[in-house]
Nanobody, 124 residues
Protein backbone atom coordinates (compact mmCIF):
# COMPACT_ATOMS: atom_id res chain seq x y z
CA UNK A 1 0.00 0.00 0.00
CA UNK A 2 1.02 3.57 -0.64
CA UNK A 3 -0.60 6.53 1.06
CA UNK A 4 -1.33 9.61 -1.05
CA UNK A 5 -1.97 13.17 0.07
CA UNK A 6 -2.94 15.86 -2.43
CA UNK A 7 -2.38 19.58 -1.94
CA UNK A 8 -2.40 22.79 -3.92
CA UNK A 9 -6.06 23.15 -4.72
CA UNK A 10 -7.94 26.41 -4.30
CA UNK A 11 -9.97 29.14 -5.92
CA UNK A 12 -8.61 30.79 -9.06
CA UNK A 13 -10.02 33.00 -11.78
CA UNK A 14 -10.44 31.73 -15.32
CA UNK A 15 -7.14 31.93 -17.15
CA UNK A 16 -5.16 31.43 -14.00
CA UNK A 17 -2.88 28.62 -12.89
CA UNK A 18 -2.56 26.15 -10.05
CA UNK A 19 -0.04 23.42 -9.31
CA UNK A 20 -1.27 20.33 -7.53
CA UNK A 21 1.06 18.05 -5.63
CA UNK A 22 0.54 14.49 -4.46
CA UNK A 23 2.94 13.20 -1.84
CA UNK A 24 3.31 9.46 -1.46
CA UNK A 25 4.47 7.44 1.51
CA UNK A 26 4.68 3.77 2.26
CA UNK A 27 5.97 1.53 -0.47
CA UNK A 28 8.56 2.41 -3.12
CA UNK A 29 7.12 5.30 -5.12
CA UNK A 30 8.97 4.40 -8.31
CA UNK A 31 7.16 1.04 -8.37
CA UNK A 32 3.96 2.92 -9.26
CA UNK A 33 2.51 4.58 -12.27
CA UNK A 34 0.55 7.63 -11.20
CA UNK A 35 -2.60 9.29 -12.40
CA UNK A 36 -4.72 12.36 -11.80
CA UNK A 37 -8.49 12.15 -11.95
CA UNK A 38 -11.23 14.66 -11.25
CA UNK A 39 -14.87 14.65 -10.31
CA UNK A 40 -17.13 17.60 -10.90
CA UNK A 41 -20.45 17.99 -9.04
CA UNK A 42 -23.06 15.65 -10.44
CA UNK A 43 -20.60 13.97 -12.79
CA UNK A 44 -18.62 10.77 -12.80
CA UNK A 45 -14.94 10.78 -11.93
CA UNK A 46 -12.84 11.14 -15.08
CA UNK A 47 -9.23 10.60 -16.08
CA UNK A 48 -7.10 13.73 -16.45
CA UNK A 49 -3.47 12.63 -16.84
CA UNK A 50 -1.21 9.66 -16.22
CA UNK A 51 2.53 9.11 -16.00
CA UNK A 52 4.56 5.92 -16.01
CA UNK A 53 6.94 4.96 -13.21
CA UNK A 54 9.92 6.77 -14.75
CA UNK A 55 8.04 9.59 -16.46
CA UNK A 56 8.80 8.19 -19.88
CA UNK A 57 5.18 7.76 -20.91
CA UNK A 58 2.51 10.37 -20.36
CA UNK A 59 -1.14 10.59 -21.35
CA UNK A 60 -3.72 13.37 -21.09
CA UNK A 61 -7.43 13.58 -21.64
CA UNK A 62 -8.05 15.65 -24.75
CA UNK A 63 -9.70 18.53 -22.89
CA UNK A 64 -6.54 19.39 -20.93
CA UNK A 65 -3.84 18.79 -23.57
CA UNK A 66 -1.67 21.86 -23.97
CA UNK A 67 -2.90 23.33 -20.67
CA UNK A 68 -1.97 20.74 -18.02
CA UNK A 69 1.38 19.07 -17.40
CA UNK A 70 1.91 15.99 -15.27
CA UNK A 71 5.36 15.29 -13.85
CA UNK A 72 6.96 13.32 -11.06
CA UNK A 73 10.01 13.48 -8.83
CA UNK A 74 10.81 9.99 -7.59
CA UNK A 75 13.44 11.35 -5.21
CA UNK A 76 10.71 13.37 -3.48
CA UNK A 77 7.99 10.71 -3.80
CA UNK A 78 5.75 13.30 -5.41
CA UNK A 79 3.69 13.67 -8.55
CA UNK A 80 2.56 17.07 -9.80
CA UNK A 81 -0.13 18.50 -12.02
CA UNK A 82 0.61 21.96 -13.38
CA UNK A 83 -2.65 23.49 -14.57
CA UNK A 84 -2.56 26.58 -16.78
CA UNK A 85 -5.26 28.52 -18.63
CA UNK A 86 -7.84 27.17 -16.24
CA UNK A 87 -11.49 27.22 -17.27
CA UNK A 88 -14.66 27.06 -15.16
CA UNK A 89 -15.18 23.58 -16.63
CA UNK A 90 -12.04 22.46 -14.78
CA UNK A 91 -13.81 22.95 -11.45
CA UNK A 92 -13.75 19.62 -9.63
CA UNK A 93 -12.23 17.62 -6.84
CA UNK A 94 -8.89 16.35 -8.11
CA UNK A 95 -7.57 12.97 -6.99
CA UNK A 96 -4.22 11.35 -7.46
CA UNK A 97 -3.93 7.60 -7.72
CA UNK A 98 -1.21 4.97 -7.82
CA UNK A 99 -1.05 1.79 -9.84
CA UNK A 100 1.33 -1.18 -9.80
CA UNK A 101 -0.58 -2.84 -12.63
CA UNK A 102 0.30 -2.71 -16.31
CA UNK A 103 0.18 0.97 -17.30
CA UNK A 104 -3.36 1.66 -18.49
CA UNK A 105 -3.62 5.28 -17.35
CA UNK A 106 -7.26 6.03 -18.02
CA UNK A 107 -8.61 2.82 -16.46
CA UNK A 108 -9.69 3.67 -12.92
CA UNK A 109 -9.83 0.01 -11.93
CA UNK A 110 -6.09 -0.32 -12.55
CA UNK A 111 -5.34 2.04 -9.67
CA UNK A 112 -5.28 0.50 -6.22
CA UNK A 113 -4.43 3.51 -4.09
CA UNK A 114 -6.26 6.84 -4.04
CA UNK A 115 -5.83 10.12 -2.24
CA UNK A 116 -8.59 12.05 -0.49
CA UNK A 117 -8.78 14.74 -3.15
CA UNK A 118 -8.25 18.48 -3.33
CA UNK A 119 -10.84 20.99 -4.48
CA UNK A 120 -10.13 23.18 -7.50
CA UNK A 121 -12.62 25.95 -8.21
CA UNK A 122 -12.30 28.18 -11.27
CA UNK A 123 -14.44 31.30 -11.31
CA UNK A 124 -15.55 32.98 -14.52
Amino acid sequence: QVQLIESGGGLVQAGGSLKLSCAASGRTFSDYAMGWFRQAPGKEREFVAGISWNGGTIYYVRSVKGRFTISRDNAKNTVYLQMNSLEPEDTAVYYCAASRARFTPSVQGSYDNWGQGTQVTVSS
